[in-house]
């Protein structure tokens, strides 16, 4: 694993790692991230980041890929995870449900990275709505 | 000031003004009486410039008068090259009244007769002179009219600019330019007349002639005569046909210079050599061939903003209609069949958010670290920062995607797969001849591809072995704790890059599902890392499905396939773990409980 990149020593650990950092930005190239380079260009562009080499366009694009990755499995769990109608006529499959991403499954995946998009339970028709009563008789 | 001397006093300058007569018409007769002596000797002059305590108010102002034209006209040399005194243009040294601005201000149409010097005064203040006279009611500082009345006590008279627009303003030509506005159009005809009116005032009044120049020049300009030398006020005199110096804005010179190519600290990341058959080192060497990571030229792509070659503009409806179409992509991959509208939105401006987030990171580290660390320690900072110190994961994810992209490999890997997994040996022996079984396989692949995948694999060899040794351990204990129902685990081994410490994690849902199920609790594992233990207890008796399992990232099960029949073959029943409300801490380990939870990867 060391032996590609000549100009390093793999002796420290620390080498070790400039190795396989070097490496893994060769593997790159090799791979073409889902997202698109200009999207993420453009992207780092308005952020204030420029950089002409591609490994690093790449690099940013598979970490967000990861990201949004990990996101939506996180969703994937929760919708799995809510008990669905069992028809009882088909006895094969005790469920049956169509995976389909909602809104309530992304919050609470959303929830663990900080990002709240909690929708409103209800909303309120006049201030007093969902008040005690005695403090809405008033 | 060269124009002045060395000594800074400038008589010389004076000699000549005095040459011309010019100290006569500036200063007017009387003073100009009392002045004359002063420059009789250059000892007098010093004596007259000094700043001294004991010098009258009169003394003072008519100094001051004296040193406003003598500066203003030793200023040239500020701007222009410092040449003798003798290269002066004596047309130059004339007074001019088109030199201070003045036509344009109190509106220009009703002439403030009740206060002739209003104007004046803040012609002579915009030269910044501090001692004009007849300041008047422009200012109302109370300060400013005791210094006029002073000055008015004191009779000094008005300077030569007040008295030249006070007969200016007299004249025809000045109550003639306000009138005819209306016939008054902007043609080409009359721009270039006023552009060669402009050069032709331009050259007359040039501070600096050599003799040869000026005997080139229009006999007129050498002549300098008052009468050739009209007092020129393109405001009001050509209102519609004013054109600017020069037809190149000067913002845009600037910008023509800025076209310097610029290395970031970023921009010189640590080249691979790699041995490709296509590009290697020596021919990049010898043939100046680029690596392909290096898009273009650095100064011609940036600079003109990616006009060139293939690089492409995003508008922002564009960017986030493809943000979208990525994140439907992703989705799929991940597993979902399909999505509401809302969702798909919140996780495109996610995304959109990420790159942002992780451009702005790595701007930062890159601007504040960029004397101290190299390029290789920005990026590993920056991997820190963002959460993928261990590399291992993401390259998971490109290994588990790019299967996706070779579909016919792919084949091949799942029909291997679909053969071993129905038969659920727990033979560990047996996931190594898959191991081998697959190595064929993999040879099929883009060498690139390989090569990082054959390293790989030989750290999976690694892991296997010692993954052996804690499953035999562990075997008998799970056989007695074996339960009935439900689904899960399966065992992963994630390795770091820089030690092979292996993090075992459990598998919560059925593998077949997941190609990216090792990444399911990699962001996990961190949060949790005491409970490792409690995960090597947790290994499931089913040891081929974990196996299985753990191979599958290898072998890239991926979504698209998803619908072949090997797939459903491949489901195992699903087995519970011990310790698995600890392993989810939260809300979903709840839901596991139930015997509803044989989840099955959905039926096509």
Redesign the interface.
Known sequence: ?NG????QQPKD?RH???T?????????????????D???????????????????TR???????????????D?????????AV?KDKRDK???????????ED?S?A?REYG?N?KHQEYFADTPTAGLDPATRDE | MALLGEDGRGYELARKLESQGIWRSWLGDALYSSFIPFLSSPAAWDSFMLPDDSKSRPQISLELRARALLFDKASVSLFAQPTALSNLNPNYLELHGDDVYFTLENGGQDVDQRHPGVAASSATSSKGRSNASGVGSRFSEPDVDAVSQRLRLEELPETWYNQFFEKYRATKSYTLMFGDRDSEKRTPEQMSTYLSLIENHKRRRLAFVDNISSLRSNPAMVDGSPADDAPLFPETMSIFNCVPDSAVLITRRLENNQKVPFNGVLDNLPQTMTKSPVMSPIMIERLGIRPEYLSMEQGQGWGKNGSQGSRKLLSQEQASRISQKVVVRLLHNVGFESSSDTSLEVIAQLLSSHINKLGRTLKLLADSYRKQCSATELLKMFLQTAGYSNLWTVVELMKDNSKSVAPQTQQQGLSIQGQNLPQQQPSVQQSQQMLRQMNPQMQQMNNPQYLAFQQQQQQWERMRRRQQHQQLQQQQQLQQQQQQSTPRPGMNMNMSIDKDRPLVQVKMEAPSDFPLDRNTFTSMNPRQPQLRQQQLAAISSFHAQANNNAFRPMTSLQIPQIHSPTMSMARAPPVKVEGFQELMGGDSSAKHDSEENKLLSPRK
Do not use: N, W
Not at chain 1, 4 to 7: L, R
Not at chain 1, 20 to 36: H, K, N
Not at chain 1, 59 to 73: C, G, H, N, P, S
């Open positions: 694993m590609q990149s000549s100009h650990g070790d790692d400039d396989a950092l070097t490496e893994f930005l060769a593997s790159l190239m090799d791979y073409t991230p889902t997202i698109p200009e999207l993420v260009e453009h992207y780092l562009a308005k952020s204030g980041f420029q950089c002409p080499d591609t490994r690093l690099l940013v694009a598979v970490a967000t890929q990861k990201f949004i990755a990990d996101v939506a499995t969703a994937l769990q929760q919708c799995k995870a809510r008990p069992i499959q005790q469920k049956e449900k169509r995976l389909i991403l909602t809104m992304l609470k959303l990002v998009v």
